[in-house]
């Protein structure tokens, strides 16, 4: 179980990274940059006091996850575009991991937004200790094929522990069988993705989040100064060149990829080229009824 203090933090990130998101979606329009969003919204998550678990995803339609603006992106947004913003910030590694989706300027996919909406608020109304993980997953399924859609059931939510973003538990968007209770005392982020598409994604092209993938030094000194500041800045979370605060990051962070130091995100996309949503919501598991963090 969290101490008070700890429960604090874990609060006021969740409540920055939801006002965070909140922040990019309300952006979100015909000719605006995903550039200038992932800035807007990372920008705000570091004026309230906390540090990047993440970079910024702005994932577009077919895109499921794992997109993030590099510099000089010209991607804006066009009508009919359907966007997922998926941000998460940090106090002391204490986590607050959360996303929406809106459309740009239809409503051709109101109801496949609302699928993955209302699987993530049914799941809130009895998420808690003593919950069986493969219900979390049927409730999911179930509440998106009842809109008439999928759930993609090969990205899941996650447990969260201290500096580590995905720790332990995977939370399915189906029943997976697996009867194992939620535990007082865990961190769980709850994501459905409901697609109109099979129902599954895939790796595309290595994308601009990195993390670091082994423990092991460059020796070039002003490689080292920028290992040095990835560590101190973003610790064991993801990152990317975007949100570093040095010159030259970009060329920088592709040596420490060549030299397998740091490691890239594929781009994940539906199969079939459906259209993907999302919900995400962090909660602290202290008793029969989970506390929700990213909301306000």
Not at 79 to 89: L, R
Not at 267 to 291: D, F, N
């Amino acid at each position: 179980m969290l101490n008070s203090e700890q429960l604090e933090k874990l609060r006021k990130a969740g409540r920055v990274s939801a006002e965070a998101r909140d922040l990019g979606l309300s952006m979100v329009a015909k000719g605006v940059r995903y550039f200038d969003v992932a800035e807007e919204v990372e920008a705000y998550i570091r004026k309230n006091g906390c540090k990047l678990a993440f970079p910024c995803n702005i994932s577009v339609n077919d895109i499921a996850a794992h997109y993030t603006p590099s510099v000089g992106d010209k991607l804006a947004f066009e009508v009919g575009d359907v966007v997922k913003v998926d941000c998460g910030a940090h106090i002391d590694g204490f986590v607050g991991d959360t996303a929406g989706t809106v459309e740009v300027g239809t409503n051709r996919f109101s109801a496949l937004i609302d699928a993955a909406r209302n699987a993530r608020d049914s799941v809130m109304e009895f998420i808690g200790e003593g919950t069986e993980i493969n219900q979390i997953g049927k409730v999911v399924e179930m509440t998106i094929n009842s809109m008439g859609y999928k759930p993609v059931k090969n990205l899941t939510g996650h447990q969260i522990k201290p500096y580590n973003l995905h720790a332990g538990l995977s939370i399915p968007n189906y029943d997976d069988g697996n009867t194992d209770p939620l535990e007082a005392g865990m961190i769980i982020a709850c994501e459905p993705f409901a697609t109109n598409g099979e129902g599954l994604i895939t790796s595309g092209r290595p994308g601009n989040i990195c993390r670091i993938a082994r423990d092991r030094p460059p020796t070039e000194p002003a490689l080292r100064e920028f290992y040095d500041y990835i560590m101190e800045e973003f610790s064991t979370f993801p990152f990317c060149a975007r949100s570093c605060d040095w010159p030259k990051a970009n060329l920088l962070l592709n040596k420490l990829v060549r030299q397998g130091i740091a490691s890239s995100y594929a781009i994940l996309k539906e199969v079939k080229g459906g259209c993907v949503t999302q919900w995400e919501h962090t909660v602290y598991v202290g008793g029969p009824r989970a506390e929700i963090m990213t909301t306000y």
